[in-house]
């Protein structure tokens, strides 16, 4: 009765929006949903609003489908997690179909509903958002403090204040600063002495070293949340993680120009020429932590996607779009569309895994990586054929039943059947292995044990699942369905993937993302390189670029500095030089009590900034004073010895740490092992970056526990009788050589006399360990110059 | 409080956010702490507890057998559950419907049901409230201990005493603000994640304590005190002389105090753990001379001596490792439960009637619980093991400004899921805040584009919890 009554009305006309359906959203909606309030930003009596959505940022009603339209599906509410209204009684069966037929007829609203169209959103005026054009160079008074174009536009903006830039630091001081800078090392006691006060010699040559990209690896490593492990009860060793690491370093000593640097991280496999190194570099979408135990399997998959989708929006553009995962961004001109539209992009990766035990897979070029796997094809295929033949032959002593049971598919096993399997499984792998169709597979194993091996995620077709805006965030309540796109509010075109074996989504992201219609990634990196140079970047919020970040003093020199950079191939090394060569590099940290009170922050850049060495830095100068760094470079994680008690909070202490010795341990910080859920006690005192996810700068402290580490603790305990006997051995017995010889090797200067005679009052009393101690936890040991 | 916002900060603010220090103060005031990252601060609002207790019982306690009296279970034991509810965790064999071994009586004046597990803290019924309606989302301990901890079940989000410690600061900076301590067996799984400052400042974080020997990492130092001594009185020479010709960096003068402080650290925590001048009668109070309860007994006895030196948040865990060395009663839920209950029982009621007798009870907020609860039904047959139960489970608050001798919520008849006045993990957060006087809608930190919260986009107070 009921039913015929709907098939009735689905013939009926069209209803009519003031009589039928305004009242009745007037009674059920407007309340929550009207002119007055709109809970989730939804406003249902305006046919733009309605399209729109509200903060879900998927349309509360698809005009001509009804099936298809949120609003449809909130009200029948046959899912108990999408139920409007939320109180008194559900909308009965005739009302649900009076919106479905006004819906299937195009939802259509009278002229005068939106009294307001919607204006467009001043949000897109935002300076980020704009193509970089590089503006001219402006003019200054004191054309003589200008040796580059940095500097024209950092004295500009001071002498409109009146202004002056500090004076330059003295020429060593200046060397220490570049050396910590581009190095993380203190320069050697010949290397300050073959120093004729040349800076710019002195750059190319520091930039040459090795040593360079051991130190802004990390800077790298930071934003892509690098660790060596996964987190969470097991917290695995990620397999051959460790090369991605030291791709990043020999990237940046090969000054690997960043555009490619980026297209090689995102989609390295979609490369014509992809090697092993480029497959190597696209262990970037794997090196968050992920539980292999979820809590909800369904829903896992999305958090996985989402790290990577809220890492690269923020390290490479400078956008929180991971906040629009479950409703358009709260502030920024960001929509869930944009979202899942990058979500399309990135959803046909998988994670190669045997259950819990995550697994790597062969590198090199095309063809050896195509042989690889057909050696694996083929270990399967002859494994699988010797099972069959085995079970149907005769050889076998297990029983019929038992054979046939194996033989049957897994899923039409009767309940008999299953135990069978069950209590035979060993006897028949024992069988198995003893056949000698292993001995073929060995060899072959034996050769593709031959090629190397790396950790990335795998593309495995040419058509990754269709992605669709999940409603609130939620794995199962699907909406709209999206293609692979780039943000639009900064992405005009659509991408036009090419695919091949793989999607070749990701390429296409990645070309757009590093081509000149994006306006971000080049003045985000540029950005992220002046912050790492000067402590500060010129927008202090380095990952976040949208309307909610800082807005920069100097925008003109940001977009300036990009251009040049995209000009000159995106060279690192070539920016590195430029900011080097730079007298606003070379000021002095002095300060100024006139511009301090002014311009606190140094937004203007008066002077050069205050920092302290960040871990890794003060470690390994440590060990470059003492004389006993390792300089070996890359390869597998190092463990340093810990505190033991540091391993009474994990749960297994046991087994979870073994210590190399102390010479095998002594290499610079970057290679030491990024254990999530143990990190090394003294690199985390001195605020190592957290790991859970991007991370764009250090913080910096000075508490007790800290203090009590480095004042206290095994390693620089150890460093300081290394250090003390390096002196002996170097600046003999005399107690003032002694103290020279310190503060030369840990601070490039000579003490002062009131500082010669504190020290050689303590000698008096005291050993020169402990002096070595003191000198290693000096304030000016753990600050540049 | 509102961290500042990376736009709208100065580097003054900065540095007085991240330095440890006092900005802008000079060597004049080197005991000055104000500004300083863990100086004292206002709550919120007007609140009677300053600091707060969290007995973590690792491994997710059995709600049905200590404080969820089922008398339907028993009536129902040995049939199979058929309910609509997904019993036990990642593919466990469910056996039967399996009631409590342990006798149920009502406590006090209150009539508080808790059964026999706990005849010590029992005693005190009256002063506990428990929730017998929590609920969570994982199943799983790692995700589980994470949500517990710090509001969500992914790693890296500042931990509750974390939030608490950026919140009220600490009274005593001689001391670790935030003080863990763990189960001689092992950390809970996750390990530091569990007491993280995530995103904020490393000072937040939780420090490991440790109940004998030196509490702290490197708080020996490695020569005689008049050597260490003589040393850094030289590095602070050395460096106030440094100091000269950088006067307005208050980032390196902080470094100086930290030093210092550290100094006298060596001297606080060190007495702190020396229970050797204690008297024979409070040993054998908190079981310090039994071997079962020992350890959890020093631990309780150290957590009063913490709390009276003004420490703001102390979390003890009881169970380390894995499955039966924790609560994570799998195989045998009875003898596990009767062993850790046994643990912690009697050192619990020790520290509760210390506190009282102290009059620390009226500063201080108690709370105990798991990651979880346990199902209701044995996990495979035949064996008295239980599985994870997410859906519904037990947890306590007691002292300050807490309402005590009632129950609020309740499970389903058999003990399964929270079905009345349900407490998810997140009001509980924000009912321990509120409790502390901060509000978790407006104890938020900045960070990557969002005021982050303890809470996330939940939580409501639950405010039958509050006297």
């Not at chain 1, 690896?217 to 051959?240: G, S």
């Not at chain 2, 399996?98 to 005693?123: A, I, N, Y």
């Not at chain 2, 957590?303 to 609560?327: A, C, N, P």
Request: with cysteine; proline share 7%.
């Amino acid at each position: 009765m009921a039913s015929a009554f709907l098939f009735l009305l689905a013939f009926a006309a069209p209803p009519d929006f003031d009589r039928e359906i305004r009242p009745l959203l007037a009674r059920r909606c407007l309340a929550c949903h009207g002119p007055t309030m709109q809970k989730s930003h939804l406003r249902l009596d305006q046919r733009a609003s309605v399209l729109k959505g509200g903060e879900s940022g998927v349309p509360a009603v698809e005009p001509g489908r009804s099936a298809a339209s949120l609003l449809v599906r909130y009200v029948e509410g046959t899912d108990p997690k999408f139920v409007m209204p939320p109180q008194g009684p559900r909308l009965t069966a005739v009302e649900v179909d009076l919106l479905k037929r006004w819906i299937d007829a195009g939802a259509p609203y009278p002229a005068n509903a939106d009294a307001s169209p919607a204006a467009p959103d001043p949000r897109r005026a935002h300076w980020a958002f704009q193509s970089v054009r590089q503006p001219a160079v402006p003019g200054v008074k004191d054309k003589s403090w200008v040796r580059t174009p940095i500097d024209a536009f950092v004295l500009a903006k001071l002498e409109a204040r009146g202004w002056r830039p500090n004076p330059p630091a003295a020429p060593a001081q200046l060397q220490r600063r570049m050396y910590f800078d581009i190095t993380g090392l203190p320069p050697s006691l010949p290397e300050q002495r073959a120093f004729r006060g040349d800076l710019d010699a002195e750059a190319a040559r520091l930039l040459a070293s090795p040593a360079y990209g051991e130190r802004w690896a990390r800077h790298w490593l930071d934003l892509v949340r690098y660790a060596d492990t996964n987190a969470y009860e097991r917290d695995a060793l990620k397999p051959q993680v460790w090369k991605y690491r030291d791709w990043v370093i020999r990237a940046l000593n090969e000054d690997k120009p960043f555009d490619r640097f980026a297209i090689e991280q995102l989609a390295g496999d979609e490369l014509p020429d992809s090697d092993a190194g480029t497959l190597l570099a696209t262990g970037y979408h794997r090196l968050g932590p992920w539980d292999d135990e979820p809590a909800n399997p369904e829903e896992d998959r999305f958090d996985q996607l989402d790290d990577i989708i809220s890492t690269t929006s923020q390290a490479f553009l400078g956008l929180t779009l991971g906040c629009a995962r479950c409703h358009n961004h709260k502030f920024e001109p960001l929509l869930t569309r944009d979202y899942y539209s990058m979500l399309a992009v990135f959803n046909g990766l998988e994670r190669p895994r045997k259950d819990r035990t995550e697994l790597d897979s062969p590198i090199g070029p095309r063809a050896v990586v195509g042989r690889a796997a057909a050696m694996e094809t083929r270990i399967d295929t002859l494994r699988a054929g010797f099972r069959l033949q085995w079970l149907r032959g005769s050889e076998s002593k297990l029983p019929a039943a038992a054979r046939e049971a194996f033989l049957t598919p897994g899923n039409m096993r009767t309940e008999e059947q299953r135990k069978l399997v069950k209590d035979n499984q060993k006897t028949l792998d024992a069988e198995l292995k003893a056949a000698p169709v292993e001995t073929e597979i060995a060899a072959i194993r034996d050769e593709l044990e031959q090629t190397p091996r790396g950790y990335f995620m795998v593309e495995r077709s040419a058509v990754p699942p269709k992605t669709h805006i999940l409603i609130r965030g939620k794995a199962g309540a699907l909406g709209p369905g999206v293609e692979p796109a780039a943000p639009e509010i900064v992405a005009a075109k659509p991408l036009r993937p090419e695919a091949g074996s793989t999607s070749g989504r990701r390429l296409a992201f990645a070309k757009w993302m590093t081509s000149r219609e994006n306006p971000l990634t080049a003045r985000v990196i540029v950005n992220r390189v002046w912050q790492w140079h000067f402590g500060e970047g010129l927008v202090r919020t380095p990952s976040d670029f949208g309307v909610m970040g800082d807005k920069p003093e100097h925008p003109e020199l940001l977009d300036w500095l990009a251009a040049w950079f995209m000009d000159n191939g995106w060279s690192l090394k070539k920016l590195h030089t430029l900011i080097l060569s730079s007298n606003t590099y070379r000021m002095a940290k002095t300060s100024n009590a006139e511009y301090a009170a002014a311009d606190p922050e140094n937004r203007l850049w008066w002077r050069f900034p205050y920092r302290r060495l960040e871990a890794e830095a003060l470690l390994d100068s440590t060990l470059a004073v003492s004389g006993q760094l390792n300089r070996e470079l890359y390869g597998p994680q190092v463990w340093p010895a810990i505190q033991k008690e540091a391993l009474e909070g994990s749960s297994d202490p046991g087994k979870i740490w073994q210590p190399f010795d102390e010479k095998k341990a002594s290499r610079r910080a970057i290679y030491y092992i990024v254990k999530r859920s143990l990190m090394v006690p003294l690199m985390e005192a001195l605020d190592f970056c957290d790991t859970a996810r991007t991370s764009a700068r250090r913080l910096n402290t000075a508490v007790a526990p800290q203090a009590l580490q480095l004042f206290n603790g095994g390693f620089v305990n150890r460093q300081a009788s290394h250090f003390a006997a390096r002196i002996r051995s170097e600046a003999g017995a005399d107690p003032a050589a002694q103290v020279r010889h310190a503060w030369q090797l840990a601070l490039a200067r000579e003490p002062n006399a009131a500082e010669t005679g504190k020290m050689l009052a303590f000698l008096r009393g005291s050993s020169l360990e402990e002096l070595a101690r003191v000198v290693l936890n000096l304030n000016e040991f753990a600050y540049t110059n | 409080m509102n961290s500042p916002t990376p736009t709208k900060r100065s580097r003054r603010d900065f540095v007085w956010q991240t330095g440890g220090g006092f900005a802008g103060l000079a060597l004049m005031d080197l005991e000055a702490r104000a500004g300083s990252l863990l100086a004292a601060r206002k709550p919120h609002f007007p609140a009677k507890a300053k600091r707060a207790v969290f007995l973590f019982m690792n491994g997710g306690p059995s709600q049905i057998d200590t404080f969820d009296y089922k008398p339907e279970l028993t009536q129902r034991n040995g049939q199979t559950y058929k309910g609509p509810l997904a019993v036990g965790s990642n593919n466990r064999p469910v056996g039967y419907l399996m009631q409590s071994p342990f006798e149920f009586r009502r406590r006090g004046q209150s009539g508080l049901w808790v059964s026999d597990l706990f005849p010590h803290t029992s005693k005190f019924a009256d002063d506990l409230c428990v929730i017998r309606s929590m609920y969570t989302d994982t199943a799983a301990h790692a995700s589980g201990c994470l949500q517990m901890n710090t509001g969500s079940i992914f790693i890296g989000k500042p931990s509750m005493g974390a939030w608490t410690t950026y919140g009220l600061g600490t009274d005593n900076e001689s001391l670790p603000a935030f003080v863990v301590m763990t189960d001689p067996r092992g950390g809970p799984i996750g390990s530091a994640s569990n007491w993280t400052a995530g995103f904020m400042p490393a000072a937040y974080q939780g420090t490991l304590f440790r109940s004998g020997g030196a509490p702290l990492l490197d708080l020996k130092a490695p020569v005689d005190d008049a050597t260490q001594r003589r040393s850094l009185g030289l590095l602070k020479e050395l460096n106030e002389q440094h100091l000269i010709d950088h006067k307005d960096e208050s980032e390196l003068a902080a470094r100086i105090q930290s030093y210092e402080l550290a100094y006298r650290m060596q001297t606080e925590a060190l007495g702190i753990v020396d229970l050797d001048r204690e008297t024979p009668e409070t040993r054998a109070r908190y079981g310090i001379d039994a071997k079962l309860t020992a350890d959890f007994g020093r631990k309780c006895l150290i957590t009063r001596r913490l709390l009276e030196k003004g420490v703001r948040f102390v979390q003890l865990y009881s169970g380390g490792g894995h499955i039966e060395d924790t609560w994570d009663g799998h195989e045998d839920c009875i003898t596990n439960h009767r062993l850790h209950a046994g643990e912690t029982d009697k050192p619990i009621a020790a520290l509760i009637e210390d506190l009282k007798a102290g009059g620390l009870w009226d500063e201080t907020v108690l709370l105990w619980g798991g990651e979880f609860g346990r199902t209701p039904t044995s996990e495979g047959i035949g064996k008295p093991g239980r599985d994870h139960d997410w859906h519904g489970f037990s947890m306590w608050l007691a002292g300050a400004g807490v309402k005590g001798g009632q129950a609020i919520g309740a499970t389903d008849d058999l003990g399964f899921a929270a079905v009345e006045d349900r407490v998810h993990v997140s009001d509980l957060h924000a009912t321990l805040l509120h409790l502390l006087g901060l509000d978790h809608t407006k104890l938020t930190w900045f960070h990557q584009g969002l005021n982050q919260r303890l809470t996330g986009v939940r939580g409501e107070v639950v405010r039958k919890v509050l006297a």
